[in-house]
């Protein structure tokens, strides 16, 4: 069984999580600029099953700047890698859900902005487990 992998996709940085083997536990992994994307899922891909991405929507459902962004970069990851399944999950708010996370690490982590998009990216990936059960 391989991990699911979880990206919560922004214009300038990307969060990634991704479950332990057993597709029980979601773990942080990294946040990179979205720009080198593609060069950090390259290592991951071998152990990666599904993947999941954080759809953008408002809170009325209605599509976001973000959500012809996504929609691109799913098509892309389809195109590249056929074998893998990719879904879409519900990411209004996501980043809002992760606050109380952040506010609760050392004042050295909640500056980092990409602690954020971790945090997301392990919310959006937890809720998507807690679901599929």
């Known amino acids: 069984m391989g991990r699911i992998l979880a990206i919560d996709y922004g ?3 990307t969060g990634l ?16 600029p979205t720009e ?21 929507r408002q809170p009325n459902g209605q599509s976001t700047a973000m959500t012809p962004l996504v929609e691109a ?3 892309e990851l389809c195109r590249r890698y056929p074998h893998l399944t990719v879904e879409y999950v519900d990411e209004r ?35 998507y487990l807690l679901r599929r059960r």
Request: net charge positive.
């Open 11 to 13: 214009e300038k940085r």
């Open 73 to 75: 970069f799913r098509a």
């Open 93 to 127: 708010f996501s980043t809002y859900a992760a606050a109380p996370y952040v506010r609760a690490l050392p004042a050295r982590h909640r500056r980092d902005k990409g602690t954020y998009d971790r945090i997301a990216a392990s919310l959006l990936l937890a809720n």
């Open 17 to 32: 999580a991704w479950t332990d083997p057993l597709q029980q536990v979601a773990l942080p992994l990294s946040t990179v």
């Open 36 to 56: 080198a994307l593609w060069s950090a899922l390259q290592p991951l891909l071998p152990e990666i099953e599904k993947v999941i991405i954080g759809y953008p």
